[in-house]
């Protein structure tokens, strides 16, 4: 602390800071001053505007980025379905491939690696709730794949931003506007139509994406925490401008577009933008820079204290979604039951494991690699054996977590669970809440009544 120990190196620079505007250019005097659009670029480029938000949104959510590439993106031929037969995010759109909505405890063992395929083709819907084309609700995915995506290859989603938490292997993701790596304890947002391009330089990789359909992700308020606490805007870290010459090249654009795999083909390089400007753009993040807030004193804070990213509904405070994590902290609080207390909330939550063990599952069940889900007033809470130990525990202070990150998903929507989420995969744990929960015993003792004197 405070920041993460990576064992593959960092290769690439990066902007500092989150919701700044930004620019960059890889050639120096490609940024028009004081305009966006000249008659004539000097150096004969293209320009180009990326629009993350509606012309009109108000100043604090209005986001757009100025590109000044070779050629334009809209030069290519058309888009044509690819495996529309197999290839489907979502399945509100697809209404005969049934999505479960369930108040069932569910528990996922690790999901496998999978070598065969690419980036594009590793997205597994896992949950999810509302549609992509209506632009509202989230989508919950495992991603695993072995394999680079084609040389000449780029992909989008037009449905929603990509949050992206890697678990195993390096992810090398060149965008538009640049190139970041991506380790497990960093974090990835590649907003909605951004192309990209992503190689695996160590190999396999697995991990988790949400998929916000809408509004964007923006930094928790702090309340009463102040200025500074969480995740702090300066460590957000925003690819400088990179690109390459080539317009001989035959290029496949994929493009993930109401949850179906299009195509289409272009003779030069997406990856041309020579320079950009502007508040719209992917970033990373270090979880290991989060600066944890926690009691100093007595009882188990809401977990909201740990939120890095949130995206908000129309009624404030109450999230699409939270991207919440756990990182190591010290537990100090005095007679108190530090694990979480048991709850059922009206918020739905799916957490996933990077690595190490969570506090409040101790019984080897929540493995890294896997998942939960806790839906809509679905009861949860300390599994049995992690509530012995806490509750006979020596409060002295406490290293929680020491090497293991987990997160949750957290979102106000009831998420449906896909048929390869419950079924397909073959990793639901049918005892979870008979090994969990139903081993609790009761530890009521009726107080002894007082005898009048
Ligand atoms: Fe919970």
Redesign the pocket.
């Known amino acids: 602390m405070p920041s993460s120990k990576f064992a593959h190196s960092e290769k690439y620079r990066y902007l500092n800071g989150f919701s700044s505007y930004h620019e960059s250019e890889a050639i120096e005097g490609t940024l028009p001053i004081g305009m966006n659009s000249p008659q004539k670029h000097p150096y004969g480029l293209y320009t180009e505007k990326l629009s993350g938000t509606a012309f009109t949104a108000p100043r604090t959510e209005n986001l757009q980025t100025w590109v000044y590439r070779i050629i334009p993106s809209c030069s290519h031929g058309n888009f044509e379905p690819r495996e529309s037969s197999t290839y489907n995010t979502n399945p509100e759109n697809k209404p005969y491939e049934k999505i479960h909505h369930i108040p069932n405890q569910l528990r996922w063992d690790p999901f496998d690696l999978d070598e065969t395929v690419d980036w594009v083709h590793s997205l597994h819907l896992v949950a999810g709730a509302g549609d992509p084309t209506m632009k509202n609700g989230l989508g919950m995915y495992i991603y695993a794949a072995g394999k680079d995506m084609g040389e000449h290859e780029a992909f989008y989603s037009a449905d929603g931003d990509f949050l992206i938490v890697p678990q195993h292997g390096v992810l090398d993701i060149r965008t538009e506007l640049g190139r970041i790596l991506v380790r497990p304890k960093e974090i990835c947002v590649i907003p909605r139509g951004f192309k990209y391009r992503v190689t695996l330089p160590e190999g396999p990789v697995r991990g988790y994406i949400l998929e916000l359909y809408q509004g964007q992700f923006k930094l928790p308020e702090l309340g009463p925490i102040g200025s500074n606490g969480l995740a702090n805007a300066r460590d957000f870290q925003v690819p400088v401008a990179d690109f390459d010459e080539d317009t001989d090249s035959e290029w496949h654009i994929l493009s993930k577009f109401a949850g179906h795999l299009f195509q289409a083909k272009q003779t030069h390089t997406p990856f041309d933008v020579v320079g950009w400007h502007g508040l719209y753009y992917p970033y990373k993040y270090d979880l290991g820079r989060f600066n944890v807030i926690g009691s100093t004193s007595y009882d188990h804070p809401d977990?909201s204290i740990f939120t890095v990213l949130t995206a908000q509904s129309d009624h404030a405070g109450t999230a699409i979604a939270d991207f919440v994590i756990f990182p190591p902290r010290w537990l100090v609080a005095e007679n108190t039951f530090r694990p979480?207390w048991y709850?059922r909330?009206t918020m739905s939550?799916f957490m996933g494991l990077i690595d190490g063990q969570y506090d409040a599952k101790t019984g080897g069940g929540f493995q890294p690699a896997g998942a939960s889900l806790?839906n809509v007033m679905s009861a949860?809470?300390p599994d049995a054996g992690a509530y012995e130990k806490a509750s006979n525990a020596d409060l002295k202070p406490v290293k929680e977590g020491e090497g293991s990150m987990a997160f949750m998903f957290e979102s106000c929507l009831m998420v449906g669970v896909t048929e390869w989420g419950l079924k397909t995969c073959k990793k639901v744990q049918a005892e979870y809440n008979a090994e969990s929960w139903q081993p609790l015993k009761p530890h009521f003792k009726r107080p002894t009544p007082k005898v009048a004197s």
Request: proline content about 25%; aromatic content about 0%.
């Open positions: 977990p979480p709850h909330n939550e806790h949860h809470g």
